[in-house]
């Protein structure tokens, strides 16, 4: 069975940083591109970060670019998010998502549960 | 970047309605629309790829048409169970940017 577990979430002063991390297990976790996608209380979904099967291919949204980091460690199957420089906009359920076996074309079949940043003072 | 409008961003039926939520991207994105439902406090379910494939285990009522830059989902026959939030996202682009979402309530 298909599992995505986030973990790391919580409370965070604006300037503050977080390690967000997902840990997957019943699939072959370096085979497969994988994102970050975030969801602010009461709003919709908001596609945040990819990266390619091997963490060769990194992409942002515009609204992260520069204070988030997306990585991978293939050995340990989990996919991780840094993130630097919050502000209170940034305040969302972060959710991991795994792309189909054909790639990003073909939509995110399997999701975490999420974790909830909290950015405030 | 590819920017996804959905309509309505809500919608009232009844159970057995027929129901049509529709969406649009800024750009040609052939066939590379997904459909997702979220339930409160919920992941997103994936529900449709390619515009019109449907995932394994989701029930027939659903379907997904169009191609290009309008798309749209349909439920023929409303079930309790499908009052939910309907999401779609473009998967042209690595972006995989989302609509803001339909917000389906019961009459």
């Known amino acids: 069975e298909v599992q995505l577990v986030e973990s790391g979430g919580g409370l965070v002063q604006p300037g503050g940083s977080l390690r967000l991390s997902c840990a997957a297990s019943?699939?072959?976790?370096?085979?497969?591109?994988m994102n970050w996608v975030r969801q602010a209380p009461g709003k919709g979904l908001e596609w945040v970060s990819y990266i390619s099967s091997s963490g060769s291919s990194i992409y942002y949204s515009d609204s992260v670019k520069g204070r988030f980091t997306i990585s991978r460690d293939n050995a340990k199957n989990s996919l991780y998010l840094q993130i630097n420089s919050l502000r209170a906009e940034d305040t969302a359920v972060y959710y991991c998502?795994?792309?189909?076996?054909?790639?990003?074309?073909?939509?995110?079949?399997?999701w975490g549960q999420g974790t909830l940043v909290t950015v405030s003072s | 970047d590819i920017q996804m409008t959905q309509s309505p961003s809500s919608l009232s039926a009844s159970v057995g309605d027929r129901v049509t939520i529709t969406c649009r991207a800024s750009?040609?994105?052939?066939?590379?629309l997904n459909w997702y439902q979220q339930k409160p406090g919920k992941a997103p379910k994936f529900l449709i790829n390619d515009a019109s494939s449907l995932q394994s285990g989701v029930p027939s009522r659903f379907s997904g048409s169009g191609s290009g830059t309008d798309f749209t989902l349909t439920i023929s026959s409303l079930q309790p169970e499908d009052f939910a939030t309907y999401y779609c996202?473009?998967?042209?682009?690595?972006?995989?940017?989302f609509g803001q979402g339909t917000k389906l309530e019961i009459k």
């Open positions: 019943g699939f072959t976790f370096s085979s497969y591109e």
């Open positions: 996202q473009q998967s042209y682009s690595i972006l995989g940017t």
């Open positions: 998502a795994r792309a189909s076996p054909r790639g990003y074309n073909y939509g995110y079949a399997y």
């Open positions: 750009q040609n994105i052939g066939n590379y």
